[in-house]
């Protein structure tokens, strides 16, 4: 007759349950933070070469999550050193959305960019504009407003310079 190794005693219920209970917390939060991961993303890319005479390297930092994104490149040629950027941010308003975004180039010059969307029964209204570090830009306007009958369309444009034009478009539904 063989002996028999003695059998574990049953852990009590209540550390079993507790145990359960902080394997099944652990493994929301690892759920969360995955999603979280999976809606945003960076990534960076280089590359660099060189010979004899001529040497050149660039790299570029993405980043992107929702609403947002970024981009800033940079790289140099036989010593001489360059970068430029861009990042956009879009946002939720409440009836619409509005969009800002900046771009810097190489030389330092910059351009930002806006925008507002807002929408009701009657239709919608849409802003933009432009500005630059030279001292350019622009404001455009589009309303639309819509009825039984047709829909007015008013679209203006303003510039730095104090240049503007306007204009209305009526649009009726044939009976």
Do not use: C
């Not at 219920?13 to 999976?38: E, M, N």
């Not at 960076?44 to 929702?66: E, F, L, N, Q, T």
């Not at 807002?118 to 455009?140: A, K, L």
């Amino acid at each position: 007759m063989t002996p028999h190794a003695p059998k574990a005693a049953n852990p009590p219920k209540r550390a079993t349950i507790a145990t359960v209970a902080a394997i099944l917390a652990f493994a929301g939060v690892a759920a969360a933070a995955d999603s979280a991961d999976a809606q945003s993303r960076s990534r960076h890319r280089s590359a660099s070469v060189s010979g004899p005479y001529h040497s050149a390297a660039r790299g570029a930092d993405i980043y992107r999550s929702p609403g947002s994104a970024s981009v800033s490149r940079y790289g140099s040629v036989d010593g001489r050193g360059w970068s430029s950027s861009r990042n956009r941010t879009t946002v939720p308003t409440e009836n619409g959305y509005a969009t800002s975004a900046m771009r810097t180039g190489p030389a330092g010059n910059t351009q930002t960019r806006t925008g507002e969307v807002s929408r009701d029964e009657n239709g919608y209204s849409r802003s933009s504009g432009v500005q630059t570090s030279n001292g350019y830009g622009y404001e455009r306007d589009v309303d639309v407003y819509r009825d039984e009958s047709g829909a007015v369309i008013t679209r203006g444009v303003t510039t730095n310079s104090g240049a503007s034009s306007s204009a209305t478009v009526v649009r009726t539904r044939p009976d």
